[in-house]
């Protein structure tokens, strides 16, 4: 995505445009048509007894699983209630913030809600969300963060998606996301991977994700350093719960560490200049270490 200099953008943004669903869910996905079969249910009950004014778009990165023909299927067949697709590219390695812009250029929501394959809506994941974007007027700079839960997959595959089944496989530990309160300050300036709501337009104004960041790691990080510098909010809302399928942890690339630490000093002066009191303390270990 370039960044669109010459476009204007207003500060506040009305209720919902007629025609257009309020919020795109893009979930990111690579081989795991198990996961995205079970994502479907999952916002199905969403649909039923929730909130129907959303899409749901596959960020595909070149699954080999068939996961872009069972959506083909399941669209032509008009199977579920809520409009769905996929956007796919061949696999070339890890580059999941590109199929991500792409998904988020075809998007036609007012918000994006960033989702990975592998995380289930509850019941408290859109309510708080909702809330926040159901004002009268909403800045477009807000953008807010929800937390996640681990649950045990083992006991979810084979069962019908159901609160109840939810949480009979929640693991004990909690994400340490649910610690964190508002942001700034607070001690991680960063957009988790998922359960990240923002509008769609500023977005796409302020240059989408970064695509010199080739594998995993860190991307995140940069990307709300750059909303904040751009003067954007970012509020973590401890009651928007997900539930993600519990995993060994993922190392971040160096690679990317290294084009983080090249960008990071212009980018932290100007979140200096708006948030005195940013705490620049190195960037915390990429791993998801748990209170006890």
């Known amino acids: 995505m370039e960044k669109r200099k010459e476009q204007v953008l207003p500060t506040l943004l009305p209720g919902n445009v007629v025609g257009k669903p309020r ?49 083909e299927e399941i669209t032509t067949r008009q199977i579920f209630p809520f409009p769905v697709q996929c956007v796919w590219h061949e696999d070339r390695g890890f580059r999941r913030a590109l199929i991500q812009n792409k998904a988020i250029e075809e998007a036609r929501g007012q918000y994006v809600l960033i989702m990975d394959v592998d995380t289930f809506p509850g019941e408290m994941t859109f309510p708080p969300l ?17 937390i996640r839960w681990k649950v045990n997959w083992e006991k979810l595959k084979d069962k019908p998606y159901s609160l109840e089944n939810i949480h009979r496989s929640i693991i004990k530990a909690k994400d340490f996301r649910g610690w964190i309160r ?27 994700n970064p695509q010199s960041f080739n594998g995993f790691g860190y991307e995140d990080y940069y990307i709300a350093l750059k909303w904040l510098g751009e003067g954007g909010t970012i509020t973590a809302l401890n009651d928007s719960i997900c539930f993600h399928v519990d995993h060994s942890n993922t190392e971040g690339g160096l ?4 084009k983080l630490r090249e960008l990071e000093g212009r980018l932290l002066r100007r979140v200096k200049q708006m948030f005195p009191d940013y705490n620049d303390a190195p960037y915390p270990d990429r791993r998801e270490t748990r209170p006890a």
Do not use: C, H
């Open 23 to 71: 919020i795109s869910i893009i979930v990111s996905t690579y081989n795991q048509l198990s996961y995205v079969k079970y994502n479907l249910k999952a916002y199905r009950w969403v649909y039923d007894n929730q909130f129907q004014d959303f899409e749901i778009i596959f960020a595909d990165d070149g699954s080999k699983d068939g996961t872009d023909k069972y959506i």
């Open 130 to 146: 909702l809330e926040k974007i159901s004002r009268p007027f909403v800045e477009l700079k807000e953008a807010y963060m929800g």
């Open 182 to 208: 508002n942001i700034p300050p607070a001690p991680y300036y960063t957009f988790s991977g998922v359960n990240v709501l923002f509008n769609r337009i500023r977005f796409i104004a302020m240059g989408g």
């Open 255 to 258: 690679d990317n560490y290294l």
